[in-house]
């Protein structure tokens, strides 16, 4: 008796199985005709493969969780950074790189690299990023979003394919001129799973162009977004000479950790010395009244 009731429960529990996995796979819908908003408005070669299906997937998935993190943070970032990519005529696409590299986190760092686009020191203060004791510019959003174009568009003239621009980013050019040599192909699809390009590097294309379906329909993927994120929004004012934050956050009467979020590049509560034209990031509508203060802020210097 016991045994016949152990049998129907583990038959229950199957038969369970498989409709959910029927149910699940309705859900993950892998539409190929997804691609077409991409492929017929885009410089960037869109096609479908199980590698992409695979991170599809993923995101929808046991990933996410962290897939969904990162997209809601990137809420505030990726109508700025798609404006830059526009201007600087990369594929806008390409901003999900940025979810992939970092979640869209500007304090996310990793071994050397740090910011958005985790730049390592080297490329950053090749495009023109300072990093010095006050300041990382590698965390600022909109100055290494322009830094981040800039490679990648370096990229693609050096190897004629986005896929392979990716790649570069990820590993670094001399890396990809070396495996193009080693597998004999210019077809990023043809780099080979021996060991000698990184996971992260062989996963960086089907990921990010993953990220980017997902993106353009997040509902239809079954991906919700909150919706209390702000967007990015802020005025610059030209500092010639260093501000102690805490005094502006007074005079502005605005809160000094707000003040921290649209300046995540500083490294102390102070603009840096040495730099005569900071473009400080403040609070829409506050422009005006910091202007107005500069004589007095100038003075006022209560950083150690």
Request: charge should be positive.
């Amino acid at each position: 008796m016991l045994r016949r009731l152990v049998i129907q429960i583990l038959l229950l529990c199957f038969f369970s199985l498989i409709v959910n996995s029927q149910e699940l796979d309705s859900s993950l819908v892998w539409d190929e005709k997804d691609l077409a908003w991409m492929g017929n408005n885009s410089p960037l070669p869109m096609e479908a493969n199980q590698r992409i299906q695979y991170f599809i997937r993923t995101f929808q998935t046991r990933g996410k969780s962290t897939f969904t993190r990162s997209l809601a943070q990137g809420v505030r970032y990726i109508p700025l950074m798609k404006e830059i990519f526009q201007k600087m005529e990369v594929p806008e696409e390409l901003v999900y790189l940025a979810l992939i590299e970092s979640g869209f986190d500007p304090h996310a760092s990793y071994k050397t690299t740090c910011g958005p686009w985790q730049f390592t020191p080297a490329t950053a203060k090749k495009y023109g990023l300072k990093i010095n004791p006050w300041i990382d510019e590698r965390k600022n959003p909109e100055k290494s979003t322009w830094a981040a174009t800039q490679y990648l568009r370096d990229l693609y003239q050096e190897f004629g394919c986005w896929y392979l621009a990716l790649a570069g980013f990820n590993a670094g050019e001399g890396s990809i001129k070396k495996a193009l040599k080693r597998y004999e192909t210019r077809d990023f699809w043809g780099f080979k799973t021996d060991g000698y390009l990184k996971k992260n590097t062989l996963n960086i294309v089907p990921k990010s162009i993953a990220a980017a379906l997902i993106a353009k329909q997040p509902v239809k993927y079954g991906i919700s977004l909150p919706t209390s994120n702000a967007s990015f929004s802020y005025e610059k004012v030209t500092i010639s000479q260093p501000v102690d934050l805490r005094e502006i956050a007074r005079i502005t009467e605005v809160d000094l950790r707000n003040l921290k979020e649209l300046n995540p590049e500083l490294k102390k509560l102070s603009t840096p010395p040495d730099y005569p034209e900071y473009e400080l990031k403040v609070p829409t509508g506050k422009k005006e009244i910091v202007e107005k203060n500069l004589d007095t802020l100038y003075k006022a210097k209560r950083v150690q």
